[in-house]
């Protein structure tokens, strides 16, 4: 059994910071809670802690109701985004600390943090302090604490926000490979979907204190189940139903807004009679494809992606004409605002 969050809701006077919220989480899957600021995700993750106490609903734990049970018994472990190490232990005493509380034997703790030490790949750093390490090295060393009595769950909050995009990047394929080693249930709290996308099995999405999607990074991306996954998920164009690029291409709704993706757009140097004229307002090259901000005749803006190939190959430049035709676009039945 992994997580079970039945019905849990948590609120600050008026504010539902969690609202009526149901998931299930896999046993030994690495699940990501993204969502923006104030969607509710830290806040489920600290219930989920027992840092902070439902209002009503239950969390079960590896099938036991934890609902009530304090941080102390629900094993778990925590990583904060700030490490929160101690500055005045080495390396070693701080992976060393829960086990030292628990009164372990000392070399059962000496082996234990050894193990860890290899395994976060800081074989030759146990003597150094915090001070003495960049920020990547610091995170793995918080890691390496929370797994250190063999939590059931790992919880981590916005664990490599911290940290520059370079290093931010090497440590969620880490962590990746990390968790393909342990297998312990684990989920992280970000607002990165690139992070998601990359690190975990499942994705959560929430906003405004409830769910709005779960599924893998792929069901996520490829089938938004409402306005806002498809908006958040990866850069899209929101264009009214009416807007020209869709007549004649199959696209119509009685919905007043279609999203339309920027790598489904087609830009050609020819018209034809599923097309319609744009001027290139400005090319950005992104290194792995070019993105094209476009101008329609009726001065609809929208951004299209190309490859790098294709962009060869049309040997665009800025205030050409071009014309463009939707390749995929979506709507949504049941039509709300983001």
Known sequence: MGIIVENVSKHYGSFYAVDQVDLTI??????????????????????????????????????????????????????????????HLTVRQNIAFGLDIRKAPKL??????????????LKGLGDRYPSQLSGGQ????????????????????????????????DLRAWLRRLHDEVHVTTVFVTHDQEEAMEVSDEIVVMNKGKIEQTGTPAQIYDHPATPFVMSFIGPVNILPSTSRIFEGNGFESTQPEIFLRPHDIVVQREANGTTVAARIDRLIHLGWEIQAELVLDDGQVLTAHLSRERFDELKLQPQERVFVKPKDARSFPLYYSI
Do not use: C, M
Not at 57 to 81: E, H, L, M, P, Y
Not at 145 to 160: G, I, T
């Open 108 to 121: 059962k703790i000496k082996k234990r943090v050894e193990e860890l030490l290899e395994l976060v790949q």
């Open 138 to 169: 610091r995170q793995r060393v918080a890691l390496a604490r929370a797994l250190a009595v063999e939590p059931k769950v790992l919880l981590l909050d916005e664990p490599f926000g911290a940290l520059d995009a370079k290093v931010r990047k």
């Open 26 to 87: 896999k046993s030994g899957s690495l699940v990501a809670l993204l969502g923006p600021s104030g969607s509710g995700k830290s806040t489920l993750l600290r219930l989920i802690a027992g840092l902070e106490t439902p209002d009503s609903g239950k969390i079960f734990i590896t099938g036991k109701d934890a609902t009530d049970t304090s941080v102390q018994d629900r094993n778990i472990g925590f990583v904060f985004q700030h490490y929160a190490l101690f500055k």
